[in-house]
């Protein structure tokens, strides 16, 4: 399986911006498509952008459009996630998730290896 590690966390003030990356490694990532999810304390684990493999099509949660944008570079086997105009709602564990098989990209049960998680807290 493909080992996935996610970097670019932290604490930013309320409209604030980070980066997050996702650095694969193990199996070819342009087999993958490729998730972002996070999870607050007591909350479900929820997709919040999605891209295929090939780059192609996206999917974002309504609560983040227009302010997060995923993008991925096949050749440097890293995912980003830019992340604008934050807010203290954004707080939680970012999660990226990856899947070889098809289907919706939002679907969470489909993505079967994931990172560790990367803590985003944006105050307020």
């Known amino acids: 399986q493909v080992q996935l590690v996610e970097s670019g966390g932290g604490l930013v003030p309320t409209g604030g911006s980070l980066r997050l990356s996702c650095a694969a490694s193990?199996?070819?990532?342009?087999?993958?498509?490729m998730g972002w999810f996070r999870q607050a304390p007591g909350q479900e684990r929820e997709c919040v952008a999605a891209?295929?493999?090939?780059?192609?099509?996206?999917h974002y949660a309504d609560s983040v459009k227009g302010r997060f944008a995923t993008s991925r570079d096949n050749a440097k086997n890293t995912m980003y996630l830019q992340m604008n105009n934050l807010k203290p709602k954004s707080t939680a564990v970012y999660y990226c998730?990856?899947?070889?098989?098809?289907?919706?990209?939002?679907?969470?049960?489909?993505?079967?290896?994931w990172g560790q998680g990367t803590q985003v807290t944006v105050s307020s």
């Open positions: 891209i295929r493999r090939s780059g192609g099509n996206t």
């Open positions: 998730a990856a899947r070889s098989t098809g289907g919706v990209l939002a679907n969470t049960s489909l993505y079967d290896c």
């Open positions: 193990g199996r070819t990532f342009s087999n993958y498509d």
